[in-house]
């Protein structure tokens, strides 16, 4: 019985470490994806023709005036600094998790935020096509503007993982409630 119990420990054992493992090399990758997302936004907005932005958002255009770019950028960068947010509030987590603390109040909270972001910016993402289109037929002749309006899979999917991700937390929390509930029994 006492060799069940010590294996069972030492798998346990064995299994946070991977967890924190992991998490200390997430928590050192986000910060990267943090740059490199709104980094890839800009230069895309940048560089792009202005038939290839017409194409991705589905409206015709003439000529595509520098203001519409930049207020273009700042329409999408919109779900973008939701995500950016998210990703320093799971950074959070992932270094809580790193230094063996699962369910603790800044743990969860961490978890929460990056759920509430992510939320935020699904549906940031369900908007944007509208607005997008506006911009970038602003300048078209009267008759010619459009309003673009567009629901992606991935946009109802990202609102619906943050959901998931959102109630995962407040079981956390529920969890981490009843252990302190039974620690003040003994």
Known sequence: MHDAYALQTRQADQA???????SRWLSAVIPMLMMLLPLGLAWQWAELSADKIASLAGVRIGALQPWQRVAAF??????????VFGLARLRTCFRHF??????????????????????GSGLAGLVTPSLLSLVLTVANG??????VVNVHTG?????????????????M??????EEENTQFV
Do not use: K
Not at 16 to 22: E, G, K, L, S
Not at 156 to 169: D, F, N, P, T
């Open 155 to 171: 946009q109802l999917l990202m609102l619906l993982m943050a959901s998931l991700v959102w109630i995962v937390a407040a079981v």
């Open 16 to 22: 946070a470490m991977r967890i924190q493992r992991y």
């Open 98 to 119: 790193a230094c063996g603390s699962f369910f603790t109040p800044p743990t969860i909270r961490g978890l929460r935020g990056f759920a509430a972001a992510m939320f």
């Open 173 to 178: 929390a529920r969890a981490a409630a009843i």
């Open 74 to 83: 700042a329409v999408n960068m919109v779900p973008v600094a939701f995500i």
């Open 142 to 147: 009267p008759g010619q503007r459009q309003l």
